[in-house]
């Protein structure tokens, strides 16, 4: 099956599976398709599907598979319960990363959630009107969509051993744990507001339902931004079991470790909250850094800069001129300038960016030169509308868990006559 035409059509079939199982016949389907696309589809399920009666919510479907939509090895680098984009795969594709072709980043296997009985509660000291929504209740509200980038805070793990010649503990990523998606959902403040948040309010902390129930807190003031979403559409789809479904929470710019998947509850406290995942994990640990209270360093929270060619790793070139695509973006916001060597860094020339350039999303690049017969290296570097940019990887700090590599990273080519 080619990987790029039948997106759209498994889009509806699954949209269409959703539909009919919650009572809905083919042909009003159809016309909410056609009146309002996924979004009206998705809301009339919600309306159709009968209430649950009353009694505890049952534990998520246990699931064996860790990842449930297909990730063949053409497309993805198998990383255990994780799987890489190949940059390579996004060479021709459009600027925003189709769901078949997202990584994907679970600590344990992904849980499929009914949503029939799934549950919403936002709760803790942090809030006057505790609150329990269910996934109609959500799907009413206003919602926004916000095109932003998921990056996992190991992005770039792998180039502390092959760079700095300093291996960090951890999944061995190269670059591909990043991508940038529309999602749509509602504004995690206005679930806060109608909680009614108090003054006092310090931390806010999505818990997943997953087997470890993998939760991060955020500050009051992150939580409050206005793109931070509770998310349950993903590029027009109904959020992919392993994205998610039926919610997870976007917090843009933040290490992906934050937008946490398969959301039940959001604890407001009024208080500091200190779990494992800004503890014990997910913590810079080495000589650069000291502990921070409960802490054994500073919790990792904004993402760096980050530059990447869209080719195989290494890649095989013609000799002669050739045109490569890539990616760039900032945590901070778009992108300014990219930057390219083909020297090993001797000197760099300017990329040209093209198509949209989204604030904490990126944007993409083309970049023209005249490849020699021989090996060589590719040298991106990306430059933010702040000032921020990539460095050399003689400035880049090491850190035992190998989080927030931020250096320009030389991608290997092997150009032939
Ligand atoms: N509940 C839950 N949320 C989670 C995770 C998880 O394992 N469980 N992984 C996190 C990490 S480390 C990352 S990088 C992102 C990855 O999102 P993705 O799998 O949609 O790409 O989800 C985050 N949210
Ligand atoms: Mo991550």
Not at 85 to 112: C, G, K, W
Request: hydrophobic fraction near 40%; charged fraction near 20%.
């Amino acid at each position: 099956m080619s990987w790029k035409q039948p997106l759209r059509d498994r889009q509806a079939d699954r949209l269409w599976d959703r539909a009919r199982a919650s009572g809905m016949s083919r042909r009003v389907f159809l016309a909410l398709l056609a009146s309002g696309g996924a979004a009206a589809v998705l809301a009339a399920c919600a309306r159709v599907v009968p209430e649950p009666s009353a009694g505890p919510a049952p534990a998520p479907a246990p699931s064996s598979r860790p990842i449930h939509k297909p990730v063949p090895e053409n497309y993805f680098i198998p990383l255990g319960t994780n799987a890489e984009m190949r940059f390579e795969v996004m060479a021709d594709q459009t600027y925003i990363i189709p769901n078949s072709y997202f990584f994907v980043r679970s600590h344990t296997s992904a849980p499929l959630i009914d949503a029939k009985t799934w549950r919403l509660r936002i709760e803790g000291d942090g809030v006057q009107r505790p609150l329990e929504l269910t996934y109609d209740d959500l799907l009413k509200m206003p919602s926004r969509t916000v095109t932003r980038f998921i990056e996992c805070a190991g992005n770039g793990r792998s180039f502390f051993a092959t760079l700095l010649d300093r291996p960090a503990e951890g999944g061995q990523w190269k670059l591909g744990a990043y991508g940038v998606a529309g999602w749509t959902g509602v504004p995690l403040r206005e679930l806060l507001k109608r909680a009614g948040i108090k003054q006092t309010a310090v931390d806010v902390m999505p818990t997943g339902l997953d087997s470890t129930a993998v939760e991060r807190p955020m500050p009051v003031a992150r939580a409050m931004e206005e793109d931070t979403i509770v998310a349950y559409m993903m590029n027009g789809e109904i959020l992919p079991p392993d994205h998610g479904f039926p919610v997870r929470v976007i917090v843009p710019g933040w290490v992906g470790i934050n937008s946490i998947k398969w959301v039940g509850k959001i604890t407001v406290s009024e208080e500091r909250i200190y779990v494992e995942k800004n503890t014990t994990n997910y913590v810079l640990i080495g000589p650069d850094y000291a502990p921070e209270g409960p802490a054994k360093g500073p919790p990792v929270t904004t993402q760096t800069v980050k530059s990447a060619c869209a080719l195989p790793w290494p890649a095989a070139l013609k000799a002669g001129p050739q045109k490569i695509t890539g990616y760039a973006w900032s945590a901070f916001g778009k992108i300014a300038r990219v930057e390219v060597s083909i020297d090993g860094g001797g000197s760099f020339q300017d990329a040209v960016l093209v198509g949209p350039n989204v604030e904490r999303a990126g944007s993409r690049w083309e970049f023209s030169f005249n490849a020699g017969p021989g090996p060589m290296t590719i040298i991106p570097r990306a430059i933010d509308d702040e000032g921020n940019s990539q460095y050399d990887v003689s400035a880049q700090k090491w850190n035992q868990l190998g989080y927030l590599f931020g250096a320009t990273v030389p991608h290997p080519v092997n150009v032939s006559e």
